[in-house]
């Protein structure tokens, strides 16, 4: 029993841990689980005890398997289990799943028949596009660029812009979007 209860102990301090690294505040993760924020306080400090009511949510919230809430030991099982997203013709694979700041997405456009009849368009945030393979059409305000493998755009997305295949292959990327603008920032430790 005490086992049990040093488990369930281990629970509140990780859970504010993981709402600390992801820079969500209680209100906000209050909006997206739908548990009251006096719940999450509580649960955080020890004060409540965690049940699956309270656990699924918020793993689900946080992207993280519910093994990782409550400390169980590891399996050894390192598949991830990505649930690609179909829009506009496109493919989106999620790389994070995190209420709030950056989130990373693997990226497929097919290819267009006939003649493509852009519509670029504008929305709040700031992204950054690494193309993996295939060429990618980008139309950003005035300009019209085709970024081959390894090249790199970032751009505010409040400029209109358009994505699409350039050629009869698809295009992948990798996207980085920050839906309050959030810029991508690198950093190179020098030698």
Do not use: C
Not at 123 to 131: D, K, M, Q
Not at 153 to 181: C, I, N
Request: charged share 25%; aromatic share 6%.
């Amino acid at each position: 029993m005490d086992e049990l209860n040093d488990v369930l102990a281990a629970v509140g301090p990780r859970l504010r841990e993981l709402r600390r690294q992801r820079s969500v505040t209680l209100a906000e993760l209050a909006a997206t689980t739908g548990i009251s924020e006096s719940t999450l306080s509580r649960l955080e400090s020890g004060g409540r005890r965690p049940n699956l009511e309270l656990l699924l949510p918020l793993a689900r919230v946080y992207g993280v398997p519910l093994d990782e809430l409550v400390g169980a030991p590891h399996t050894g099982d390192p598949r991830v289990h990505i649930r690609p997203v179909r829009r506009f013709g496109m493919t989106f694979m999620p790389l994070t799943r995190r209420a709030g700041g950056m989130q990373a997405y693997k990226l497929v456009i097919p290819p267009r028949g006939g003649e493509v009849d852009p519509d670029p368009k504008v929305h709040e945030g700031y992204e950054w596009l690494y193309v993996l393979d295939g060429r990618l059409r980008l139309l950003l305000g005035d300009q019209d660029l085709v970024l081959k493998p390894g090249e790199v755009a970032e751009f505010d997305t409040h400029v209109p812009h358009w994505l699409g295949a350039a050629g009869a292959e698809p295009v992948e990327l990798l996207v980085l979007f920050g839906q309050q603008g959030e810029r991508a920032h690198l950093r190179a430790r020098s030698t």
